[in-house]
Nanobody, 123 residues
């Protein structure tokens, strides 16, 4: 059974940085895309970034473009979200999704999800 475990969240001041990790285990994926989404209180889950395992194409939401990066370690089955220049609006529960066919911003295009890791940005 596929499992995704996110880690690396926490409390950070505005302008700071965090690196989130998403470790996949328990099986293989049929499709190559992994993604990060986030959900703030009283808001819908929104797309943040996506990447393929190989050769490493990426796609970012406009709201994080230029501030966030996404990378992966194929040997460790882990995807990272590197977040810089954090803003209060980035405060949310961040989820990792897997097994997407395309670099899609749609929640329904990913088959597996982790439990999330909380990111809180203070002013």
């Amino acid at each position: 059974q596929v499992q995704l475990v996110e880690s690396g969240g926490g409390l950070v001041q505005a302008g700071g940085s965090l690196r989130l990790s998403c470790a996949a285990s328990g099986g293989t994926f049929s499709h190559p895309v992994m993604a990060w989404f986030r959900q703030a209180p009283k808001k819908e889950r929104e797309f943040v970034a996506a990447t393929t395992w190989s050769p490493g194409s990426t796609y970012f939401a406009d709201s994080v473009k230029g501030r966030f990066a996404i990378s992966r370690d194929n040997a460790k089955n882990t995807v990272y979200l590197i977040m810089n220049s954090l803003k209060r609006d980035d405060t949310a529960l961040y989820y990792c999704g897997a097994d997407g066919r395309f670099l899609s911003p749609l929640y329904g295009d990913y088959a597996y999800w982790g439990q999330g890791t909380q990111v809180t940005v203070s002013s």
